[in-house]
């Protein structure tokens, strides 16, 4: 695996915000309380390079992050690049998702950390 095409990796978070109950359903996923969620996108040396925080929680990633990669103040993704990304975004030339038909578990890499 060639790391040096790697830029970072990108990720979704829910983060707890009260809003009217007449707004509440579109906020709560499968939290029991309303979030929003927040796409951020980050170096390996933990600088965040992109994040946006404005979708209800029940948003799924996938269109979240075709909205960010479309928007005026897009993510940039330099030609022939990556950026690591879970099995909840959509399959892309520039997003690398875990393969489907393998299994990961942490506890695997307790010793050896990847």
Request: proline letters at 6%; hydrophobic letters at 35%; glycine letters at 6%.
């Amino acid at each position: 695996m060639v790391y040096q095409d790697y830029v970072g990796a990108i990720d979704g978070t829910h983060i707890r915000v009260k809003v009217s109950p007449f707004d509440a359903p579109k906020f709560r996923s499968r939290k029991d309380f309303p979030t929003q969620n927040v796409l951020a996108a980050c170096t390996f040396d933990l600088k965040f390079t992109y994040v946006l925080a404005r979708w209800e929680g029940t948003t799924s990633d996938t269109r979240i992050i075709k909205n960010v990669l479309t928007r005026k103040d897009c993510l940039k993704i330099p030609k022939g690049k990556y950026y690591l990304v879970d099995a909840g975004f959509m399959l892309k030339s520039s997003l690398i998702t875990p393969y489907r038909g393998e299994r990961y578990h942490l506890k695997e890499y307790s010793r050896n950390p990847p």
